[in-house]
């Protein structure tokens, strides 16, 4: 099977489509990122008809910031990679720059996983800022314009992870993530959030008194994002929009009915937009009220299974409760590193996997290990392509013409 970064080297020189492994890739990506041509598909590589659509019978394989446990988080390789690797949804997380541009970058800070630090024409630029009640010091990403933001480069935020990509690769946009998606060879959702809208609202300004919600929207319908959960044109551009701004989620409910996810944060955080506290927000008469606005939540791990001694307790009821409300549960993050994994699954992160699906019951899972996942449920429940239903179908046929000769 020819993989999607394969697909990629008819537009490398001769010299570098002829290696091997991901190096062609990152050679692919360092030349886009130096151009200013956004990562839009071509009409032609956009034929739904040919494509794999997405499988709809297991949990949802979530990319969460695309592979990152091996590329830098947020970045065009680490979510081609996920692509590459089986996930159904590559996850982002929203900003916006300066000058009003949609980024894709998690924290609203530069400092963590960029090299902001080495550029001194912008050492003056560190500000601090209220945000979520807690002032925070840093190089914020709404004091920067999307140019000035794409001269950076990102870095690998785990220093036990692999750190030869630090420096290769630029922030991208909102408009070159979902490209990349739709560019993919099979159909792939997508997962944005609506990342931190009080902070954003307050500090960047769009023509016409628009907020920030208003352009997250009006991207996902520029590109044709549209439907209710698993209606024919939701599966044809699967998307989940996420956000621990319930707010945010009720505002864009009239403007798009693409399925939504409320973030739920851990217990003693605070809801980061009503102030709520988490057993407001995870109370029966909540959920009875959210469910009009959303169909899931996703919670942390940890608030669904408290841990003591690194070893799990009992499950809460909230995974049932939910069900009961008739919404999904997609937890995050799972992560493949041993100081991630409680002493209950013996260092094996096939063990987490099976107890969270079938043990938990949840219906899709963040994680930053898309390939591991994707490995683990094409083991435990494997995806059938049309090629295998047919001749699943002939060898029943023949057994039952010989039964019937017999």
Known sequence: MVSYGDKQRWLLPKSARNARGVAPLIFLLLVLGCSARPLYPLPSRRNDKTKQPLQTFRPYNVAHRGSNGEIPEETAAAYMRAIEEGTDFIETDILASKDGAL???????????????????FATRKRTYDVQGVNKTGYFTVDFTLDELK??????????????????????????????ALDAPRVVGIYPEIKSPVLINQHVKWPGGKKFEDKFVETLVKYGYRGSYLSKQWLKQPAFIQSFAPTSLIYISNQ??????????????????????????????????????????????????SVSNNYLQTPNDLVARAHAH??????YT????????????????????????????????????????????????????????????????????????T
Not at 368 to 373: R, W
Not at 375 to 384: A, F, L, N, V
Request: proline share 3%.
């Open 103 to 121: 980024i894709c970058f998690h924290d609203v800070i530069l400092d963590n996983t960029t090299d902001i630090a080495e550029h001194k024409k």
């Open 151 to 180: 001269s950076l480069r990102v870095k690998q935020r785990q220093w036990f992870r692999d750190q030869q990509y630090n420096g290769k690769f630029s922030i991208i946009t909102f408009e070159e993530f979902i490209s990349i």
């Open 256 to 305: 798009t009915d693409l399925p939504k996810i409320f973030l739920i944060d851990d217990v003693d955080v605070p809801c980061q937009d009503t102030n709520q506290t988490f057993a407001e927000i995870t109370s029966d008469g909540y959920l009875d009220f959210i469910k009009e606005y959303v169909v899931g939540i996703g919670p942390g791990k940890d608030t669904l299974v």
């Open 326 to 331: 008739d919404l999904q549960v997609h937890p």
């Open 334 to 405: 799972f992560r493949n590193e041993n100081q991630f994994l409680h002493y209950n699954y013996s260092q094996d992160p096939y063990l987490e996997y099976d107890y969270w699906i079938n043990e938990v019951g949840v219906d899709g899972l963040f994680t930053d290990f898309t390939g591991s996942l994707h490995r683990y449920q094409e083991w435990t429940s494997p995806s059938i392509s049309d090629d295998d239903a047919s001749t699943l179908l002939h060898k029943i046929a023949s057994m039952v013409s010989k039964y019937h000769k």
